[in-house]
């Protein structure tokens, strides 16, 4: 489900073996808590053009930085303790394992126009769903990687990777190993022919 995901326990890159599942509670509500903050440090950081040169933001853009000015101290101060709990976790976390992975999103990729998607008969808002798998490691400051993993009614889905902090170098390294695997003609699904994956900038992680 869109709540747990598989951490390898073994060094070596074993992708084959020694996997625990686990469910992470309060997984769903890391988006309310990184809208939060993100809303309020948003708003704070554009008030001044928000003011004065307001027709420089899209009408989308202008809402969450207007709703951000709404958001109380209190409701903020909660949840920035509740991030903190968060970076705790998958810090335990990832003191014992390799790595966590996890689906990049809880769907295929939707169609532009929607705005809900459905998942077994309940109705999703796209913003906050979108973000479901992803905002939980905008709050811990984890390195986190996309690895393409196929199609499901012809829509691109893949498998995200989260690493120990600082640890991107090697976190590259298994997402490598990881495509590699996917991608190979013995792989179930595989269509090969894959591209490497790559880091932008320099070419050395950071």
């Known amino acids: 489900g869109a709540n747990s995901g598989p951490a390898s326990r073994r060094s070596g890159f074993d992708f084959t073996d020694g996997t625990t599942w686990m469910v992470i509670d309060d997984w769903e509500t890391a988006v309310d808590v990184d809208f939060t903050i993100l809303g309020v440090e948003a708003s704070v950081y554009h008030e001044e053009n928000l003011r004065q040169r307001p027709e420089l933001f899209t009408d989308d853009v ?11 101290g209190v409701t903020y101060v909660k949840a920035l303790h509740a991030a903190q709990r968060f970076r705790s976790l998958f810090d335990d976390l990832l003191a014992e394992h390799d790595f966590l992975a996890c689906p990049g999103m809880p769907c295929p990729a939707p169609d532009a126009a929607a ?13 906050s769903l979108l973000c479901r798998n992803t905002a939980i490691f905008n709050l811990t400051g984890l390195p986190a990687l996309a690895v393409p993993s196929g199609f499901e009614d012809g829509l691109p ?9 600082l640890q991107e170098r ?9 495509h590699d695997l996917l991608a190979s003609p013995e792989s179930p699904g595989a269509s090969g ?5 790559t880091n932008s900038g320099s070419g050395e992680p950071r």
């Open 193 to 197: 022919g894959a591209t490497p994956l």
């Open 170 to 178: 090697k976190l590259i390294q298994m997402g490598q190993q990881l």
């Open 62 to 72: 202008r809402k969450r930085l207007e709703w951000g000015f709404t958001l109380d």
């Open 157 to 165: 889905v893949g498998i995200q990777m989260i690493g120990a902090r």
């Open 115 to 127: 705005r809900t998607v459905s998942i077994q008969g309940r109705e999703h808002r796209i913003d």
